[in-house]
């Protein structure tokens, strides 16, 4: 029988933390952090990291682990969180893993190969040669040119994942639209929270201002500090928009009023990502608070079929 964990995804701004401590508080659960940005310490106010009084004293995991200036990967997330989980299970506790990004749920979920996880081929160090030749656009023709369906699904941005692809089929023979589909390593519950996107974006807008009040300025005057203003922690929402502020290139309420804009675009995508690359259960406690029980019920028959 496949381990147990419970998901909770979604876009930004719909009560995820909420949810999943008040499920863990129900069914001894453990939460483990599955958003990009809140490993990094020092990043609370704009990740919107959940404070030890929301923590409501339920074990938290992945949370505060590397300085801003540190790069993480997806490979490390998911193999810290499998070794994580194993520890919560072995507890007899429920993992319960939290976050909007959605690619490291999936990694994790799947149990993904990701290109950091092992030795680049020959051929992959080939092509990364050709990416500083050439360009991200005459790499990605090429992959059009071998597998358009895979090309359709990959934007052109994405280097990483078109060098991904044109190695598989270099080393299979087969395209990489054709491999098969990765099954779950783990029997996972998937929930969903959304609400009315006018809704959303009104509480995006409203939770922003909210972190400008709370000290999103001087937060990430600190992180550009000491990590400097090319950091990988520095991409995150909230932050990169800041750095035209510090630097006297545009207006504080102008690099405000696009943390917001980004941060609506950011949801629609997480959003698109959860209903077509996971299998999950939607619900709006926003409007319909009430829908918690049924997700408790849900939740609790799906956990009694796994351990009884």
């Not at 994580?84 to 149990?111: C, D, K, S």
């Not at 502020?245 to 997480?270: D, M, N, P």
């Amino acid at each position: 029988m496949q381990r147990q964990i419970l998901i909770i995804g979604g876009p930004t701004a719909v009560g995820k933390t909420a949810l999943s401590v008040r499920l863990a508080q129900a069914l001894k659960g453990e939460i483990v952090n599955a958003d990009a940005y809140q490993i990094y310490r020092g990043m609370d106010i704009g990740t919107a990291k959940a404070t030890l009084a929301e923590r409501g004293g339920v074990p938290h995991h992945l949370l505060d682990i590397v300085t801003p200036g540190t790069p993480y990967t997806v490979a490390q997330f998911k193999q810290q969180a499998m070794a994580v989980i194993a520890e919560i299970q072995q507890r007899g506790h429920l993992p319960i893993v939290v976050g909007g990004t959605g690619f490291y749920l999936n990694a994790l979920r799947l149990g993904l190969p990701l290109g950091g996880e092992a030795p680049p081929s020959a051929y992959r160090k080939t092509l990364q040669k050709e990416l500083v030749s050439n360009g991200p656009d005459w790499l990605w023709q090429r992959l059009q040119a071998q597998d358009p369906k895979a090309a359709s699904q990959i934007p052109v941005g994405n280097s990483r994942r078109v060098i991904r692809a044109l190695e598989v089929i270099a080393l299979t023979g087969r395209r990489f639209s054709q491999q098969p589909a990765p099954k779950p390593v783990y029997d996972a519950l998937i929930l969903g929270l959304t609400t009315d996107r006018a809704q959303l974006y009104r509480r995006i807008n409203a939770r922003v201002e909210a972190m400008v009040q709370g000290g999103l300025v001087a937060e990430v005057k600190r992180v550009v500090a000491q990590a400097g203003p090319q950091a990988q922690a520095l991409k995150a929402i909230g932050y990169k928009e800041l750095l035209p502020y510090f630097a006297g290139e545009a207006s504080l309420e102008t690099c405000i009023a696009l943390v917001q804009q980004h941060s609506r675009q950011y949801a629609k995508r997480q959003l698109t990502y959860f209903r077509h690359q996971m299998p999950t259960q939607w619900f709006d406690l926003i409007a319909q608070p009430q829908q918690y029980q049924d997700i408790l019920n849900r939740v609790t028959q799906w956990y009694n079929k796994g351990v009884l």
